[in-house]
Protein backbone atom coordinates (compact mmCIF):
# COMPACT_ATOMS: atom_id res chain seq x y z
CA UNK A 1 0.00 0.00 0.00
CA UNK A 2 1.27 3.51 -0.81
CA UNK A 3 2.53 5.80 2.05
CA UNK A 4 -0.58 7.20 4.70
CA UNK A 5 0.58 10.55 4.26
CA UNK A 6 0.88 10.24 0.00
CA UNK A 7 -2.22 8.78 0.53
CA UNK A 8 -4.23 11.63 2.30
CA UNK A 9 -1.76 14.42 0.73
CA UNK A 10 -0.68 15.65 4.07
CA UNK A 11 2.85 16.35 4.99
CA UNK A 12 4.71 14.20 7.55
CA UNK A 13 4.62 17.07 10.28
CA UNK A 14 0.66 17.49 9.86
CA UNK A 15 -1.68 18.21 12.68
CA UNK A 16 -4.26 16.24 13.75
CA UNK A 17 -7.07 18.89 12.65
CA UNK A 18 -5.19 18.66 9.01
CA UNK A 19 -5.60 15.21 8.63
CA UNK A 20 -8.99 14.91 9.46
CA UNK A 21 -10.15 17.81 6.85
CA UNK A 22 -8.06 16.32 4.48
CA UNK A 23 -9.64 12.86 5.15
CA UNK A 24 -12.92 14.24 4.95
CA UNK A 25 -12.51 15.76 1.45
CA UNK A 26 -11.55 12.68 0.01
CA UNK A 27 -13.68 10.81 1.73
CA UNK A 28 -15.93 12.67 0.32
CA UNK A 29 -14.91 12.42 -3.50
CA UNK A 30 -14.64 8.14 -3.11
CA UNK A 31 -17.69 7.52 -0.78
CA UNK A 32 -19.80 4.97 -2.36
CA UNK A 33 -22.73 6.83 -2.29
CA UNK A 34 -21.51 8.94 -4.81
CA UNK A 35 -19.45 6.83 -7.51
CA UNK A 36 -22.58 4.36 -7.86
CA UNK A 37 -21.17 1.16 -7.00
CA UNK A 38 -17.38 1.66 -8.59
CA UNK A 39 -15.15 -1.21 -6.98
CA UNK A 40 -12.05 1.62 -7.48
CA UNK A 41 -13.51 3.96 -5.63
CA UNK A 42 -14.36 1.38 -3.18
CA UNK A 43 -10.76 0.52 -2.43
CA UNK A 44 -9.59 3.80 -2.97
CA UNK A 45 -12.01 4.63 0.03
CA UNK A 46 -10.92 2.18 2.12
CA UNK A 47 -7.50 3.20 1.56
CA UNK A 48 -7.77 6.38 2.78
CA UNK A 49 -10.04 5.53 5.75
CA UNK A 50 -7.07 3.34 6.66
CA UNK A 51 -4.39 5.80 6.45
CA UNK A 52 -6.71 8.30 8.10
CA UNK A 53 -7.65 5.25 11.35
CA UNK A 54 -3.95 5.54 11.38
CA UNK A 55 -2.56 9.24 11.26
CA UNK A 56 -5.15 10.09 14.32
CA UNK A 57 -4.29 7.98 16.52
CA UNK A 58 -0.99 9.50 18.18
CA UNK A 59 0.23 5.96 19.65
CA UNK A 60 -0.10 4.53 15.91
CA UNK A 61 1.16 7.22 14.04
CA UNK A 62 4.30 7.06 16.31
CA UNK A 63 4.70 3.21 15.36
CA UNK A 64 4.14 3.58 11.68
CA UNK A 65 6.48 6.70 11.31
CA UNK A 66 9.41 4.39 12.92
CA UNK A 67 8.52 1.32 11.14
CA UNK A 68 5.84 1.54 8.86
CA UNK A 69 3.11 -0.41 8.03
CA UNK A 70 4.34 -3.90 9.02
CA UNK A 71 5.67 -2.33 12.15
CA UNK A 72 1.94 -1.77 13.46
CA UNK A 73 0.95 -5.42 12.67
CA UNK A 74 4.14 -7.24 13.95
CA UNK A 75 4.56 -4.91 16.56
CA UNK A 76 1.11 -4.36 17.92
CA UNK A 77 0.07 -7.65 16.85
CA UNK A 78 -2.74 -6.76 14.66
CA UNK A 79 -5.25 -5.44 17.74
CA UNK A 80 -3.97 -1.75 17.44
CA UNK A 81 -3.13 -1.88 13.84
CA UNK A 82 -4.62 -2.18 10.52
CA UNK A 83 -4.52 -5.93 10.35
CA UNK A 84 -8.28 -7.00 8.60
CA UNK A 85 -8.93 -3.91 7.93
CA UNK A 86 -12.05 -3.73 5.31
CA UNK A 87 -14.92 -1.70 3.25
CA UNK A 88 -16.82 -2.35 5.88
CA UNK A 89 -14.68 -0.69 8.83
CA UNK A 90 -14.05 1.71 6.07
CA UNK A 91 -17.51 2.67 6.25
CA UNK A 92 -17.83 2.53 10.01
CA UNK A 93 -15.27 4.87 10.80
CA UNK A 94 -16.44 7.40 8.28
CA UNK A 95 -20.03 6.70 10.62
CA UNK A 96 -18.29 7.13 13.47
CA UNK A 97 -16.42 10.15 12.37
CA UNK A 98 -18.66 12.46 10.16
CA UNK A 99 -21.81 10.51 10.33
CA UNK A 100 -23.89 10.11 7.05
CA UNK A 101 -23.23 11.68 3.64
CA UNK A 102 -25.69 14.40 4.29
CA UNK A 103 -23.69 15.81 6.83
CA UNK A 104 -20.73 16.70 4.35
CA UNK A 105 -23.63 18.81 2.48
CA UNK A 106 -24.56 20.71 5.75
CA UNK A 107 -27.25 18.16 6.70
CA UNK A 108 -27.73 17.06 9.95
CA UNK A 109 -25.32 15.35 11.79
CA UNK A 110 -25.68 11.59 12.35
CA UNK A 111 -23.98 9.91 15.10
CA UNK A 112 -23.08 6.12 14.28
CA UNK A 113 -24.42 3.40 16.61
CA UNK A 114 -22.52 0.73 17.96
CA UNK A 115 -25.14 -1.63 17.19
CA UNK A 116 -25.94 -1.06 13.73
CA UNK A 117 -26.40 -4.73 12.25
CA UNK A 118 -24.01 -5.99 9.93
CA UNK A 119 -23.70 -5.27 6.56
CA UNK A 120 -24.66 -8.58 4.07
CA UNK A 121 -23.52 -8.91 1.02
CA UNK A 122 -24.99 -10.27 -2.38
CA UNK A 123 -23.99 -11.02 -5.57
CA UNK A 124 -26.65 -11.18 -8.43
CA UNK A 125 -26.39 -11.82 -12.33
CA UNK A 126 -27.57 -9.36 -14.85
CA UNK A 127 -27.73 -10.52 -18.31
CA UNK A 128 -27.01 -8.33 -21.45
CA UNK A 129 -30.47 -7.47 -22.41
CA UNK A 130 -30.71 -6.04 -18.71
CA UNK A 131 -27.74 -4.35 -18.95
CA UNK A 132 -29.35 -2.40 -22.29
CA UNK A 133 -32.34 -1.51 -20.70
CA UNK A 134 -31.89 -1.35 -16.73
CA UNK A 135 -34.21 -3.86 -14.64
CA UNK A 136 -35.53 -4.22 -11.15
CA UNK A 137 -34.96 -7.41 -9.65
CA UNK A 138 -36.18 -8.62 -6.27
CA UNK A 139 -34.05 -10.53 -3.84
CA UNK A 140 -33.93 -13.01 -0.93
CA UNK A 141 -31.79 -12.23 1.51
CA UNK A 142 -30.62 -14.40 4.48
CA UNK A 143 -30.06 -11.74 7.43
CA UNK A 144 -30.81 -11.16 11.14
CA UNK A 145 -33.97 -10.09 12.56
CA UNK A 146 -35.39 -9.40 15.93
CA UNK A 147 -35.83 -12.72 17.89
CA UNK A 148 -39.67 -13.23 17.80
CA UNK A 149 -40.00 -14.74 21.56
CA UNK A 150 -37.79 -12.17 23.03
CA UNK A 151 -38.37 -9.16 20.86
CA UNK A 152 -34.73 -8.78 20.94
CA UNK A 153 -33.66 -8.12 24.62
CA UNK A 154 -32.20 -11.53 24.20
CA UNK A 155 -33.60 -12.87 28.17
CA UNK A 156 -36.09 -15.35 28.62
CA UNK A 157 -39.55 -13.61 29.74
CA UNK A 158 -39.29 -12.49 33.50
CA UNK A 159 -35.77 -11.99 33.56
CA UNK A 160 -34.03 -9.48 32.46
CA UNK A 161 -30.03 -8.24 31.84
CA UNK A 162 -27.52 -6.95 34.16
CA UNK A 163 -24.85 -4.71 34.66
CA UNK A 164 -21.48 -6.26 33.70
CA UNK A 165 -19.20 -6.52 37.01
CA UNK A 166 -16.10 -6.54 34.68
CA UNK A 167 -16.24 -3.40 32.88
CA UNK A 168 -19.08 -1.42 35.13
CA UNK A 169 -21.66 -1.65 32.52
CA UNK A 170 -18.98 0.82 29.83
CA UNK A 171 -18.76 -2.30 27.40
CA UNK A 172 -14.78 -1.35 27.55
CA UNK A 173 -11.85 -2.57 29.30
CA UNK A 174 -8.41 -0.88 29.40
CA UNK A 175 -5.40 -3.31 28.36
CA UNK A 176 -1.97 -2.45 29.18
CA UNK A 177 0.81 -4.13 26.13
CA UNK A 178 4.31 -3.75 26.52
CA UNK A 179 6.00 -4.82 23.26
CA UNK A 180 9.58 -3.99 21.64
CA UNK A 181 8.25 -0.42 20.55
CA UNK A 182 6.91 0.46 24.20
CA UNK A 183 4.15 0.21 26.61
CA UNK A 184 0.84 0.90 25.39
CA UNK A 185 -2.58 1.50 26.92
CA UNK A 186 -5.45 0.44 24.30
CA UNK A 187 -9.11 0.36 24.93
CA UNK A 188 -10.73 -2.70 24.08
CA UNK A 189 -14.32 -4.47 23.83
CA UNK A 190 -15.07 -6.01 27.29
CA UNK A 191 -14.24 -9.61 27.22
CA UNK A 192 -16.75 -10.44 29.50
CA UNK A 193 -20.27 -8.73 28.37
CA UNK A 194 -18.97 -8.15 24.66
CA UNK A 195 -19.49 -4.60 24.49
CA UNK A 196 -22.99 -4.54 25.59
CA UNK A 197 -22.32 -3.58 29.04
CA UNK A 198 -24.42 -6.19 30.59
CA UNK A 199 -24.54 -9.87 31.04
CA UNK A 200 -27.93 -12.25 30.43
CA UNK A 201 -28.05 -14.47 33.11
CA UNK A 202 -31.43 -16.19 31.71
CA UNK A 203 -30.57 -16.09 27.59
CA UNK A 204 -33.57 -16.69 25.65
CA UNK A 205 -33.87 -19.97 24.47
CA UNK A 206 -34.68 -19.03 20.73
CA UNK A 207 -31.96 -16.71 20.38
CA UNK A 208 -29.58 -18.08 22.73
CA UNK A 209 -29.30 -14.63 24.26
CA UNK A 210 -28.39 -12.60 21.17
CA UNK A 211 -31.84 -10.74 20.46
CA UNK A 212 -31.43 -11.70 16.76
CA UNK A 213 -32.79 -14.65 14.87
CA UNK A 214 -31.93 -16.24 11.38
CA UNK A 215 -34.16 -14.95 8.85
CA UNK A 216 -34.69 -13.41 5.05
CA UNK A 217 -36.09 -10.63 4.13
CA UNK A 218 -37.16 -9.35 0.67
CA UNK A 219 -36.10 -6.32 -0.63
CA UNK A 220 -35.62 -4.34 -4.52
CA UNK A 221 -33.00 -3.64 -6.54
CA UNK A 222 -33.09 -1.34 -9.47
CA UNK A 223 -29.77 -1.64 -11.58
CA UNK A 224 -29.50 1.20 -14.15
CA UNK A 225 -28.53 0.52 -17.71
CA UNK A 226 -25.11 0.26 -18.67
CA UNK A 227 -23.42 -1.44 -15.53
CA UNK A 228 -20.79 -3.71 -15.54
CA UNK A 229 -19.21 -6.81 -13.58
CA UNK A 230 -17.32 -3.65 -11.74
CA UNK A 231 -20.11 -1.61 -9.81
CA UNK A 232 -22.70 -2.39 -7.04
CA UNK A 233 -25.11 -1.15 -5.31
CA UNK A 234 -25.62 -0.36 -1.63
CA UNK A 235 -28.87 -0.46 0.09
CA UNK A 236 -29.00 1.46 2.94
CA UNK A 237 -30.79 -0.06 6.00
CA UNK A 238 -31.85 -2.89 4.53
CA UNK A 239 -29.38 -5.83 6.10
CA UNK A 240 -29.30 -7.52 9.65
CA UNK A 241 -31.04 -5.60 12.27
CA UNK A 242 -28.53 -4.82 15.26
CA UNK A 243 -28.19 -6.42 18.94
CA UNK A 244 -30.63 -4.61 20.89
CA UNK A 245 -33.33 -3.76 18.24
CA UNK A 246 -30.23 -1.94 16.84
CA UNK A 247 -30.75 -0.23 13.10
CA UNK A 248 -29.95 -2.25 10.42
CA UNK A 249 -26.92 -2.22 8.23
CA UNK A 250 -27.02 -2.10 4.73
CA UNK A 251 -27.13 -4.37 1.46
CA UNK A 252 -24.34 -4.65 -0.86
CA UNK A 253 -25.83 -5.91 -4.43
CA UNK A 254 -22.25 -7.05 -6.18
CA UNK A 255 -23.41 -6.84 -10.41
CA UNK A 256 -21.99 -9.93 -12.03
CA UNK A 257 -22.86 -9.43 -16.06
CA UNK A 258 -23.35 -12.62 -17.25
CA UNK A 259 -21.08 -13.98 -20.68
CA UNK A 260 -23.26 -14.47 -23.73
CA UNK A 261 -21.69 -17.04 -26.04
CA UNK A 262 -22.70 -15.16 -28.93
CA UNK A 263 -21.56 -11.56 -28.23
CA UNK A 264 -18.51 -10.06 -26.69
CA UNK A 265 -18.51 -6.91 -24.97
CA UNK A 266 -16.16 -4.07 -25.13
CA UNK A 267 -16.77 -1.06 -23.09
CA UNK A 268 -19.87 0.04 -24.69
CA UNK A 269 -19.56 -1.77 -27.61
CA UNK A 270 -20.68 -5.33 -29.16
CA UNK A 271 -18.49 -7.53 -30.85
CA UNK A 272 -19.95 -10.50 -33.27
CA UNK A 273 -18.52 -12.98 -35.86
CA UNK A 274 -21.26 -13.50 -38.55
CA UNK A 275 -20.66 -16.17 -40.92
CA UNK A 276 -21.87 -15.96 -44.34
CA UNK A 277 -21.44 -18.00 -47.58
CA UNK A 278 -19.62 -17.83 -50.85
CA UNK A 279 -22.18 -16.46 -52.65
CA UNK A 280 -23.44 -13.92 -50.23
CA UNK A 281 -19.95 -12.70 -50.11
CA UNK A 282 -18.96 -12.41 -53.66
CA UNK A 283 -22.49 -10.88 -54.76
CA UNK A 284 -23.84 -9.54 -51.52
CA UNK A 285 -27.09 -9.84 -49.44
CA UNK A 286 -29.10 -8.58 -46.60
CA UNK A 287 -28.55 -10.88 -43.87
CA UNK A 288 -30.16 -10.95 -40.28
CA UNK A 289 -27.98 -10.21 -37.59
CA UNK A 290 -28.94 -11.34 -33.57
CA UNK A 291 -28.13 -8.05 -31.36
CA UNK A 292 -28.41 -8.09 -27.66
CA UNK A 293 -32.15 -6.91 -28.03
CA UNK A 294 -32.78 -8.41 -30.82
CA UNK A 295 -32.83 -8.95 -34.95
CA UNK A 296 -31.51 -6.79 -37.30
CA UNK A 297 -31.04 -6.23 -41.14
CA UNK A 298 -27.57 -5.32 -42.09
CA UNK A 299 -26.32 -5.11 -45.93
CA UNK A 300 -23.49 -7.29 -46.81
CA UNK A 301 -21.27 -5.43 -49.39
CA UNK A 302 -20.46 -7.61 -52.53
CA UNK A 303 -17.05 -8.66 -52.30
CA UNK A 304 -16.53 -8.53 -48.79
CA UNK A 305 -13.21 -10.68 -47.50
CA UNK A 306 -13.60 -12.83 -44.63
CA UNK A 307 -12.04 -10.78 -41.09
CA UNK A 308 -13.53 -6.96 -42.82
CA UNK A 309 -15.59 -5.49 -39.98
CA UNK A 310 -19.24 -4.00 -40.27
CA UNK A 311 -20.69 -1.08 -38.20
CA UNK A 312 -24.29 -1.48 -36.77
CA UNK A 313 -24.89 1.82 -34.95
CA UNK A 314 -26.61 2.19 -31.40
CA UNK A 315 -26.65 -1.77 -31.45
CA UNK A 316 -24.50 -1.87 -28.67
CA UNK A 317 -25.31 -1.19 -24.60
CA UNK A 318 -25.83 2.61 -22.95
CA UNK A 319 -22.95 4.00 -20.63
CA UNK A 320 -23.70 3.71 -17.33
CA UNK A 321 -25.31 7.16 -16.37
CA UNK A 322 -24.78 9.13 -19.59
CA UNK A 323 -26.38 9.65 -22.64
CA UNK A 324 -24.17 7.51 -25.45
CA UNK A 325 -24.74 4.52 -26.63
CA UNK A 326 -22.20 1.86 -28.22
CA UNK A 327 -22.28 0.30 -31.22
CA UNK A 328 -22.36 -3.62 -32.85
CA UNK A 329 -19.24 -4.53 -34.67
CA UNK A 330 -19.44 -7.38 -36.99
CA UNK A 331 -16.82 -9.10 -38.27
CA UNK A 332 -16.99 -11.60 -41.29
CA UNK A 333 -16.41 -14.72 -41.11
Not at 72 to 84: K, P
Amino acid sequence: MADYYDLLGVSRDADTEKIKKAYRKLALKYHPDRNQGSRKTENRFKEVTEAYEVLRDSEKRAVYDQYGEQGLRRGMGGAAGVSGFDFTDAIEVFMRDFGGMEDLFGGRRQRSDSRKGQTVKIKVLVTLPEVVSGVTKKLRVAILNVCDRCSGSGSETGSGPRSCSTCGGSGEERQMQRTVFGQFVSVIQCRMCHGEGHVIDKPCSNCHGDGRSRGEREIEVEIPPGVTSENFITLRGEGSVGRQSGPRGDVIVLLEVEDDTRFRRDGANIRFDLPVTFSQAALGAEVDVPTVTGTVKLAVPAGVQSGEVLRLRGCGLPELHGRAQGDQFVRVT
